[in-house]
Every structure is written in C-alpha cells, then in structure tokens.
C-alpha cells in the first residue's frame, strides 16, 4: 500500500500552508532525509523532508496550491516493490467534497410554553457536522465546504443562489464573502440581486459602490504572511485597549560611545547600531521592571521569567519580528550580530517557527526611514511594543539656556490590561536613563 506524504504542520498554530515549490517529480527515487518540497507558512518558507524511502508515485496537490489543510495528502510514495498499479487503490488525487451530512432525527413537535425539548424526544449530542446538501435552481446537488456553510447559515443567506469559485463550481469561503461584500444571494425572506462572476472579484464591489467605478488596476492576491498579519493586527486593535506614553530622549552620549567602540570593533567586525543600544535598554529595563514583562490571558497575567525582546522587520512579504532570546543577558556585540543573522535569514524566509513565534516585548524602529515619531500595534500577546523615530539635532533648553542636541522620540505601545499608566511610565523613565548614559548598560 502506498505511504501517503501529507501537510505537515510546520508551527503550534499552523493551519494551512502553502505548497510553494516541488523539488522531486513522479518517478523520482527518494530516501529519508532527502529535501521534497518547500512549504510557505505564514511567516517562512520551510523544506520538508521525506520520513520513508520510497519512490513519488503522484503528485496529489501541484505546486504552488494555496491553503492546503495540515494532515491532508500531498503525495504517494510508492514503497519497495510496488508500481504504478498500487495508485489505483490508493487514496485519489485531492479533489474537496463536501463531507456526508449525519442523518437527520425526525423533528420534536413544538409545545406551547415549552422551553425545553421533550426529554423523551429529545436528541442525543453528536459531533457537529456540516447541514445536509442543498439543491440548486436546477436541482443540482450544492457543493460547498464546512465554513462556507457555516458563514451562509450566520449570514442568512440562501447558499444554493451562489456559484462556487472553488473546484468542480465547490462554493467556498470567499463566494460568501463576495456575497456579504457585493450582494449574492438570497438572505432570508430578502432577495438581493446576484451578479455572475462575483466570487472572482469580491473586493471591488464595495470600493465600487462607495466611491464609484475604479481606475485600472492590477489585482495582486494576498500573500499567506500578509493574511496572517491583517488577521493579527485586526484582533490586536479590536481586543487590546492601547495607550501610549511618549519621550525625547539625547543621545549625543549614545552617539560618541557608539563611534569609539565600533572603531575598536573593525578589527573584530561588528558595527553597532543605535537600535542594538535600544534593544538592550529595553532588556535591561525589562528585567529592573519585571511587572512590566507580562501578558494579558483572560484567566491570569503572565509574568515572564525570560527576556525576548522581539524585532521587527520589513520584507518584500511583510513584517516579522524575530526575536533576540534573553537580550538582559547578551552584550551589545552579541546582540548585533544575532540581529543582523535573524534579519538576513527573515528576508530570505528561512526563519524556524521558534525564532519568531512568541517574545515578551517588541521592537520597531523607523529611524532610518527619517520618520521623527510614530505609534505601533502591540504584537499580541505581549503586552508593550517600543517605537523608535529617528535622532536629529533639535534645540534644547539646558540650564536655562539654548543649545542643540540630537534628539531621539520613543513612544511605548501599553495594554492597560496588564500595565497601568504609572507603571509604563517608570519603565520609560528607565529606559531613557540608560539610553542617555549608556555606559549604565555596559556595567
């Protein structure tokens, strides 16, 4: 019997991934260990390697199939001994259906008052499964997955005026989408005009019916990483209650420091960055202040015992944090070089899930963009996440009298669950000590 090769689940909260590239085709000989294929998460893309020997019998899901579900087949290995005639009764190639409905319990006749069934008549619990398959205007069965059905039966809409966009005319996710979005279908007692083709271009109705007919334009599909971001960001902005507590902070100390020890570090190459300064100031505070480092759950606070500073970082996909493990305890050049690997490798997609999930406090910097101040959306579910503007000679007033010095803003990103106004504020004020006489940061 052929082994089937099947999703792997690449991260804790992976999902779905997408099956970028194969690297063997049909008839190729493989053995344990041997590179397969690269798997696109949400973050990275990944290589999977082969667990049994064997030979690629199919190719069941081609490359660069989106939201493939972790567990389901991917491929045959055909093993010792067998041929092509094994496929035959091996699982087929992945083609969704949409799953058998249980038998349904004939109905509990309705009782004036009741509030509760018969108990004599009343069903027995069973797992939840997808509602029976519906009938389409031609009397066609309707083939639609588990989700689609589920959002159809939340929005009220009737699911058998839809067309499907996924296989074989399959109604998924996005059909209803583009119904809510640009009206599709029937919605209970309500007839709303469904327009052909719908599914294929459910983002512009809206935009079209708001602001009138659009320009041209290039329609460029969102990316696993980009999805998983505007998932993130959303529930972080529609769950957190976010403050901010703002600073100026001088670094004409920082910068002079900076330039003597990256003259005496040539011959060892690194070079400092300010931001290599920031993380560990942040590290440092972290652990004076350990009631700052926490996370909100709805059952208790977490207080961390490890520093991990997470960092973010623009690439061609979108944002990542890597993160920097026990920063408090890492010296300026440590922490520089470690940042410098994580964000080659981070544009390059060839982070492990454990080196950008989790992190009890971020980073992001936008100083070399020249941008002088800006807020962030904490990373859930830390609790605080720093925003570095750019240093730049501004006037100042010192002793009375003014002078120039270079000027750093920083705002810090608060959940109020977990960190009150006072609390975010001492953990600034030392934040800023240091960063002003960053030889405390070296003792």
């Not at 009206?183 to 007692?189: E, L, M, P």
């Not at 606070?301 to 500073?309: E, Y």
Request: glycine share 8%; net charge neutral.
């Amino acid at each position: 019997m052929p082994t089937s090769i099947t999703m792997p689940a690449l991260s804790p909260t992976m999902t779905e991934g997408t099956l970028a590239k194969w690297m063997v085709k049909e008839g190729d000989t493989v053995k344990s260990g041997d590179v397969i294929a690269e798997i696109e998460t949400d973050k990275a893309t990944m290589e999977l390697e082969a667990v049994d020997e064997g030979t690629i019998g199919r190719i069941v899901v081609p490359a660069g199939t989106e939201n493939v579900a972790v567990n389901s087949v991917i491929a045959l290995l055909l093993n010792e001994g067998e041929n092509a005639g094994a496929l035959k009764d091996a699982a087929p190639a992945a083609k969704p259906t949409a799953p058998a409905a249980l038998p349904q319990a004939a109905p509990v006749p309705k009782v004036a008052g009741a509030q509760t069934p018969n108990p004599k008549t009343e069903i027995p619990s069973v797992p939840r499964a997808a509602p029976p398959p519906v009938a389409n205007a031609d009397g066609g069965r309707v083939v639609a997955s588990p989700l689609a059905r589920r959002m159809a039966e939340k929005a009220g809409l009737q699911i058998a005026a839809l067309a499907g966009s996924g296989p074989h005319g399959r109604i998924v996710k996005a059909d209803i989408e583009a119904a809510l979005v640009g009206g599709g279908a029937q919605r209970q007692g309500t007839v709303v005009p469904f327009v052909q083709g719908a599914a294929t271009a459910p983002k512009l109705a809206a935009a079209q019916q708001a602001i009138g007919p659009l320009s041209d334009h290039t329609e460029v599909p969102h990316s696993t990483m980009r999805k998983v971001i505007a998932r993130r960001l959303t529930e972080a902005v529609q769950t957190i209650p976010h403050f901010y507590l703002t600073v100026d902070c001088e670094i004409d100390r920082l910068m002079e420091l900076r330039k003597e020890l990256n003259a005496r570090g040539e011959k060892d190459g690194f070079k400092l960055s300010v931001n290599d300064f920031v993380i560990r100031a942040s590290a440092l505070a972290l652990r004076k202040m350990p009631e700052a480092n926490v996370a909100w759950t709805d059952t208790a606070t977490l207080q961390f015992k490890a520093v991990d500073v997470s960092v973010a970082v623009a690439t061609k996909k979108g944002l990542i944090t890597p993160i920097v493990k026990n920063a408090d305890q890492k010296g300026l050049a440590a922490i520089s070089a470690e940042v410098k690997d994580l964000a080659t490798r981070a544009q390059d997609g060839k982070l492990a899930p454990e080196e950008y999930q989790g992190g009890t406090f971020s980073v992001s910097n936008l100083g070399m963009y020249g941008i002088k101040s800006f807020t962030s959306i904490i990373n859930p579910p830390q609790g605080m996440i720093l925003s570095v503007g750019a240093g730049e000679q501004r006037p100042v007033v010192k002793d009375g009298a003014l002078s120039v010095a270079t000027v750093m803003t920083v705002t810090l990103a608060v959940d109020h669950r977990v960190v009150d106004g006072a609390m975010g504020a001492q953990w600034l004020g030392l934040f800023k000590r240091m960063i002003e006489d960053p030889m405390t940061m070296m003792l």
